[in-house]
Structures are given as C-alpha cells and as structure tokens.
C-alpha cells in the first residue's frame, strides 16, 4: 500500500485544476492534509475579491487528498462551506484537514481556511464515500 504523500503525488500529478490554482502541499498524514495558495487576480469576481469558488476548490481539494490518504479511494457525497471573512487579491490561504469520522464506507472532515493574517476566511465540511479500491 501507498504512504499519503505517495497518494496524494500520485493524484495531483494529473490534477490540472488544483495546479492551475497554484496549490503547493504542505504536509500530509492519514486523514490529514495541509494545502497553501495565493490568490490572483484571474481568481476574483466583479467586487475585486476572490471568488466563493476559489476557496471551495482549496477545501474540495484537501478534502480529496486526505481522505485518500487512507489508502482507499474515497469520492465526496456531499459539501458544504461558510465563508467568513473577505479574501482579497494576494491573500495566501492555507486550508487544514481534520478527519472527524471514518468508518468502512464513510469520512467526514471539517477544513478551516485561513488568510496569511491567521484569521478564518471559511469553514468547509465534506462526506466521502470510500470503496474498496486501495491506492497502489
């Protein structure tokens, strides 16, 4: 069986999405994952800040990491996320994973997105279904 950066290298290797947001890795554990970005200008919405999409696609993409990370390919069911605070352009945010509950079929994590400034900007929560699949 994989280790979880081996898992989450191997997934981010075809992930164009979360390289087109300039997502870096900072750590990984089982059920765990840390993720870094800045914000770019090409990422906000018409009031000059980030997009509602942008830190959900961060949350949506820690999300996946660690809940693969236990070595069986796991696929989200359902999310939800509550936005904070603003995030402006050059803001760099750094999403944490928490696993909450694991069983045989399901994991809920909890990720808490915060701004360079250590202030919550979001709270994402996500269920994943996990399959028999291992990561090999």
């Given at each position: 069986m994989l280790k979880p950066l081996e898992i989450v290298n191997k997934m981010?290797?075809?992930?164009a999405f979360s390289k087109w947001l300039g997502i870096e890795i900072l750590e990984v554990k089982k059920g765990y994952c840390k993720l870094?970005?800045?914000?770019?200008?090409e990422m906000t919405n018409g009031f000059e800040l980030a997009h509602g999409g942008i830190c959900y696609s961060l949350a949506d993409s820690a999300l996946?990491?660690?809940?693969n990370s236990n070595g069986k390919k796991a696929l989200s069911i359902e999310t939800s996320i509550s936005h904070t605070?603003?995030?402006?352009?050059?803001d760099t945010l750094v999403a944490e994973t928490h696993e909450i509950n694991l069983n045989n079929k399901t994991g809920i994590y909890?990720?808490?997105?915060?701004?360079?400034?250590?202030?919550?900007?979001?709270?994402?929560?996500?269920?994943?279904?996990?399959?028999n699949k291992e990561w090999i």
């Open positions: 981010i290797h075809n992930d870094q970005m800045k914000i770019s200008k996946a990491f660690a809940s605070k603003k995030v402006n352009i050059n909890s990720i808490n997105i915060l701004n360079q400034e250590q202030e919550k900007v979001a709270f994402f929560k996500g269920t994943v279904y996990i399959s």
